[in-house]
């Protein structure tokens, strides 16, 4: 297990699935966690059990993130390391609303999933910079399968995956090339057994067993096993290791699509 003990994090999305098994994975490494949410009774439930602090929060309100970055450096001294993991899915293909609601849902998850991670990158580098001693930090951001192949049935969020991709590497080589010390990294989950596959498979019934079915492994991830990823990314295991993706998709993406 990576030693994440004297770090710092910030977990976003932590009331559910892959967030809730990431502060657990880091508290349980060492780190103190500033857990995240917009539901505060399961969020504030789920740190209060692992020792973390709790805070509220919308991602997408960009002007909020440096009040949540500050509670953390007020809590904890620095900022070692940021999971921007909250996200949500739309719902909707191309053609499938019409105008008002195809943009309504587009706007929506793409400020959450999309300009959420991007405002966390931002603030967290401007505390990450500015650590006792030496400026240096880990940013690992979640995209999804769904950024290599997307799904036609959800345009906004397949398309803001994708997006997230690309984010990491951009804000990992600015700081490369600003000598930060920060190294910003994603994590590609395949289907896992979460609130967001329970949500999808509202808007498309039979997602689930479709998905399962994706990997040769022949079976949804457990939370668990994506924190561990998101655990090595953040620790100081990989120094070398930025503008990087780990796939965790249970060798989904590695098979050809006949078999
Ligand atoms: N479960 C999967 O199969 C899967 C696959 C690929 C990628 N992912 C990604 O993993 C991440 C975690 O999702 P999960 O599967 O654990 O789903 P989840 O629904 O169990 O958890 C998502 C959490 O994010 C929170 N959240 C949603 N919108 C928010 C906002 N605006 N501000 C703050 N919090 C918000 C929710 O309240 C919830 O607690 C997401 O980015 C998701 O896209 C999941």
Not at 11 to 22: D, E, L, R, W, Y
Not at 93 to 99: A, V
Not at 125 to 139: L, S
Request: hydrophobic share 50%.
């Amino acid at each position: 297990m990576p030693d994440l003990s004297g770090k710092a994090a910030i977990v976003t999305g932590c009331a559910s699935g892959i967030g809730a098994a990431t502060v657990r994975r880091l508290a349980a490494d060492g780190a103190q966690v500033l857990g995240t949410d917009l539901d505060a009774e399961r969020g504030a439930a789920l740190c209060a059990e692992v020792g973390a602090v709790f805070a509220v929060q919308d991602v997408s309100d960009r002007a909020a993130w440096p009040a949540i970055v500050g509670q953390a450096v007020a809590a904890f001294g620095r900022l070692d390391i940021l999971v921007n993991n909250a996200g949500m899915v739309s719902g909707a293909g191309i053609g499938d609303l019409d105008d008002d609601a195809m943009f309504a849902a587009w706007d929506q998850v793409l400020a959450v999933n999309l300009t959420g991670t991007m405002a966390g990158c931002r603030a967290a580098i401007a505390a990450m910079r500015e650590n006792p001693g030496v400026p240096k930090g880990a940013i690992v951001n979640i995209a999804s399968t769904t950024a290599i192949a997307p799904l036609p049935t959800d345009v906004g969020y397949s398309a803001s995956k994708g997006a997230v991709r690309v984010l990491s590497k951009s804000v990992a080589s600015w700081c490369a090339q600003h000598q930060l010390n920060i190294r910003c990294n994603t994590v590609i989950p395949g289907a896992t057994m979460t609130g967001i596959l329970e949500a999808a498979e509202q808007h498309t019934p039979g997602l689930i067993a479709a998905v399962a079915k994706t990997s040769p492994l022949n079976r949804l991830a457990d939370p668990s096993e994506t924190a561990a990823a998101i655990a090595f990314l953040a620790s100081d295991e990989c120094p070398f290791m930025t503008g990087a993706e780990m796939l965790v998709d249970g060798g989904a993406l590695s098979i050809h699509p006949g078999f």
